[in-house]
């Protein structure tokens, strides 16, 4: 069918396109034949075509947002990096306190484990709570669909990334202890 839409003085012919879906008993196949020639302009598309165009799409989607998720980690471990060069001083100045209190190095380590394991728990957990915020809107709005994300890809991305941010916080920290009670107050 076409229809004629009138837009600032001109008049454009533009073909109504309509969307369905059918199932055919095996009988009704050989009439198919009949229906195509009264309407040439008919699809018909299978199922199986369909999917595999949405996954085609959703395969170009998932490798762009995991191009940019790869970007935004090697930006989060700059920051992280930056600011363990900016709080340096302020690390060694604690650790020299403690130390010189009569604390072991091995419980400033653990202190520094915690205090790291803290902070990453807070960013992970955060980015993985939004994550899943987003897949459920996404799939609400786009699919209607509930979305179910797996937990053990969940948890184990919550473990490594807590496990990334405590060694780069690990690996700074240790570097400090290495310095002398008398160096780290001076």
Partial sequence: RQRQMCIR??????TSLYMG???????AWSSLSKL?????????????EIADSFDKTLGVIIKLVSIFSFMIILIALLVICACVQGYEADEKIKNGLLLSFGQTKSACLKLSIFEWLVTALIASGGAIFGTWIAGSLIYKSQ?????????VWIISTLFISILVVC?????????????SIKNLLV
């Fill in 9 to 14: 003085d001109r008049n454009i012919i533009a």
């Fill in 21 to 27: 879906s059918m199932e055919l008993p095996e009988k």
């Fill in 36 to 48: 195509w020639l009264q309407h040439p302009a008919l699809r018909l598309t299978s199922v199986k």
């Fill in 143 to 151: 699919f209607s669909l509930n979305y179910v994300p797996d937990p």
């Fill in 167 to 179: 060694l780069v916080g690990i690996l700074s920290n240790k570097k400090n202890l290495n310095v």
